[in-house]
């Protein structure tokens, strides 16, 4: 068990940023801070992955975790930890990348969409599962699996956002992952106040769905 497992379990909305301007990835995360936001997760499919996580863990209070998305090779794991990440989020099963975090004490939300997928990431060590791509698979299919495996802790990542995360919330999800519906913005002026409110949305309806306030 580490750290940023039980921080994860207490924090589950993972803002993804991805593609967010250097420039803004400090104001953004402030922002999302603000909103209640304690869990921020920066995507290597940009191509200055690890110097942004290392400017949020820079600027930002050591009680927001600062994590990396599509972690899919051990060289990314390993760049994402030197850079100061906290946890490894995968968009598949990658089992060197799941090695690479149990072994260095990160957690690791491991992208599945079958039964099988998400066995093997458990075994594997993993301890949590990123239902991915969640919006054209639903709740009810969420629902569906947890039928058979109750004690999965599963994050609905992709395609979710304010009009159907009550659902999978609902439906058994321990935690959110929105990117776009919650960090897009006209970099050009970017209006970082509707990123606080739409941040303390999302935290509003997960401290519902714990029948808390937040």
């Excluded at 990431?121 to 629902?143: E, N, S, T, V, W």
């Excluded at 409110?197 to 999302?202: G, H, K, Q, T, V």
Aim: aromatic residues 6%; hydrophobic residues 50%; charged residues 15%.
């Amino acid at each position: 068990m580490t750290a940023s497992t039980d921080h994860l379990r207490a924090h589950p909305l993972l803002a993804i940023l991805r593609g967010v301007p250097a420039a803004h990835v400090v104001p953004l995360g402030e922002a999302l801070l603000a909103g209640g936001v304690r869990s921020l997760e920066v995507t290597f499919t940009d191509a200055d992955a690890a110097a942004k996580i290392e400017a949020l863990r820079a600027a930002l209070p050591v009680e927001v975790l600062v994590g990396a998305g599509t972690v899919t090779t051990r060289k990314r794991a390993a760049a994402a930890r030197a850079a100061g990440a906290s946890f490894l989020v995968t968009p598949h099963v990658a089992p060197e990348v799941i090695a690479f975090g149990v072994g260095h004490d990160l957690s690791v939300v491991c992208g599945a969409t079958t039964a099988t997928e998400m066995a093997q990431a458990l075994d594997q060590g993993c301890a949590f599962i990123k239902l991915f791509p969640a919006g054209p698979l639903g709740p009810d299919y969420l629902r569906a699996l947890l039928g058979p495996y109750p004690d999965l802790e599963v994050f609905a990542v992709g395609g979710v956002g304010l009009d159907n995360a009550a659902d999978y919330l609902a439906a058994g999800a321990l935690g959110l992952g929105i990117g776009g519906a919650l960090t897009t913005l006209d970099w050009r002026d970017p209006d970082l106040g509707a990123a606080t409110r739409l941040a303390r949305a999302f935290c509003d309806l997960i401290a519902a769905a714990r029948g808390g306030a937040a």
